[in-house]
């Protein structure tokens, strides 16, 4: 065995693709490569290429602390002293609610009770869908099945069903409404090839359903189409977070334990909240990219840690179950602000 | 039908479809090489790798380079942009290594230790590359290209491929050498 072979084989190691990252990725190519969109006709959506989405991932290396492009301008010289101990805010609501009033000396950051983040809609007899979304792409309901005939559904809009145009495109009718399939005539090694609706759920409202092997007909996409209810699914995550700045979405999630919320005023701004379980380290501050300070403080009654860098705040801690929980966000964020925010994320389960 | 990877994709330039095969044909490959080079975040890198390729797909030369190969060199200019990253990861992996406890009541112990210690060194060695050199070696280690096809992947001289490697080759053999006597000086 010679030195290349032995690299191959004692070198750093990777587990196997899971289905899920698998069927992710494959989502969001076939997203990315709407068959409307060929070369000259319409141009290629390049926010889906998940650049946040790898930073969002880079959070999890262990041991390794890489930070999502922090957002923004750096705060000069914050001011506060770090408290010693941070009260939790009172139960976080997780409905739309009345802020909390934070906003010290932030005027642009005021936090609030968060939205219990969900899916609007649950496709009948499909059992339970996973989730994925990109920063700035819709949230993908995700329907794996074992013989691979995975069904995918998103919120759209009518440019998106009026540029399905061209040969290979049938119109449909959904109940009365409107709709367009995409009759692919691609090939596909492993079954049927995908095939995608767009259609008018309702008045105003456009959904896009892929479905691929048995669901890769015209026939079964309708009648999936017809399946389509109203009732929302709750995204399920790690950790719930009860309090965000005033007007920030969920941007983005991966994994069911990071999760991306920013300013949909300013898209460059976010902040991450990132969840692991117990049997991995809490970071050192020695691992802290850009580090200036590291403080002791207390979260939920708890020892955590508060880190100033360069180009943001970490503020990490264990929850009840021992699991970590770490939350990254600007340096426009008061240290109080980072705290608050921390000592509002509650396991889910 | 099967169609050839490189009929796939020159038929994707009308039919953009026609790319979704190679995504079941190659992501598994394309995502075992991201993963051993920078971990957790090749989920992503996976799907950018793809979309990247899509995008590019008519600038595609069948003649100057297989698609397999084409694909590595996509997912290599990808993890260009996490080149610290995945040098974190490589010492993440050795600390993990050298942190990981003795096993016992097992007779095989002496050799799954001297394993564990030969991932550590490696890792340790591979975040010492230079990165122009860790491509060249772990396209040909991993990826198992050929000179040629790695040249034309990163786009320069097939002599700079070779100097590359052979440095490169220098730091693990050097890292073998010492944990594995025997195999390492082969």
Do not use: C
């Not at chain 1, 492009?69 to 010289?77: E, K, N, Q, S, V």
């Not at chain 1, 099945?145 to 009026?162: C, K, P």
């Not at chain 1, 026939?219 to 950790?239: N, T, Y």
């Amino acid at each position: 065995m010679n030195d290349l072979e032995l690299l191959d084989r004692y070198g750093p190691d990777a587990a196997d693709v899971s289905d899920a990252a698998l069927a992710s990725a494959r989502a969001r190519l076939l997203a990315g490569m709407d068959p409307a969109a060929v070369p000259g006709r319409r141009s290629f959506p390049a926010r889906r290429l998940a650049i946040a989405g790898l930073a969002l991932a880079g959070a999890v290396t262990v041991a390794v602390v890489v930070i999502p492009r922090p957002a923004a301008r750096p705060d000069a010289a914050p001011t506060t002293t770090p408290p010693t101990t941070t009260t939790a805010p009172a139960s976080p609501g997780t409905g739309t609610g009345t802020g909390t009033g934070s906003g010290t000396g932030t005027d642009a950051i005021r936090l609030v009770a968060a939205t219990a983040p969900a899916f609007p809609y649950t496709i009948s007899g499909l059992g339970d869908a996973v989730f994925t979304a990109d920063p700035g792409g819709p949230v993908i309901a995700v329907y794996l099945a074992e013989d691979r005939s995975d069904v995918y559904l998103n919120s759209t809009t009518e440019d998106d069903g009026g540029a399905l145009s061209g040969a290979g495109v049938i119109d449909v009718e959904i109940d009365g409404r409107p709709g367009r399939i995409v009759a692919f005539n691609g090939t596909a090694d492993d079954g049927r090839p995908p095939l995608t609706l767009v259609w008018e759920h309702r008045d105003g409202v456009w959904l896009r359903l892929t479905g691929q092997g048995r669901y890769g007909t015209p026939g079964a996409l309708i009648d999936l189409a017809g399946k389509v209810r109203d009732r929302p699914q709750r995204l399920h995550f790690e950790v719930t977070v009860g309090l965000v700045p005033d007007g920030w979405e969920l941007a983005a999630f991966k994994d069911e334990a990071i999760l991306m919320y920013r300013d949909p005023v300013h898209p460059e701004t976010d902040f991450h909240v990132q969840w692991a379980p117990r049997s991995k380290p809490l970071f050192r501050a020695a691992e802290i990219d850009g580090l200036e300070k590291a403080t002791k403080v207390t979260v939920q009654g708890r020892p955590a840690d508060l880190f100033r860098a360069r180009d943001f705040w970490m503020v990490q801690t264990r929850l009840a179950d021992r699991s970590i929980v770490r939350v990254m966000t600007p340096r426009t964020f008061t240290t109080e602000q980072v705290l608050q925010l921390t000592a509002s994320v509650r396991r889910s389960r | 039908m099967h169609l050839a990877d490189d009929v796939l994709i020159q038929e994707s330039v009308r039919e953009p479809e026609q790319f979704a095969p190679l995504f079941d044909r190659h992501a598994v490959a394309i995502h075992r090489y991201l993963a051993r080079r920078i971990g957790a975040p090749a989920d992503d890198l996976l799907a950018e790798t793809f979309l990247i390729a899509f995008r590019r797909r008519a600038a595609y030369q069948p003649l100057g380079l297989e698609v397999r190969p084409w694909l590595f060199g996509i997912a290599t200019n990808v993890l260009h942009r996490h080149v610290r990253q995945e040098e974190r990861h490589y010492r993440a992996l050795a600390r993990a290594a050298r942190e990981q406890p003795a096993p016992h009541d097992d007779e095989r112990a002496d050799e799954r230790v001297d394993a564990a210690a030969l991932r550590a060194d490696l890792a340790a060695a591979l975040a010492r590359l230079k990165p122009g050199d860790r491509d060249a070696l772990l396209l040909l280690a991993y990826a198992q290209l050929s000179y040629a096809e790695i040249a034309t992947t990163l786009g320069i001289p097939l002599g700079t491929v070779r100097s590359r490697i052979n440095r490169a080759r220098k730091v693990t053999r050097a890292v073998l050498a010492v944990a594995m006597p025997s195999e390492g000086e082969k």
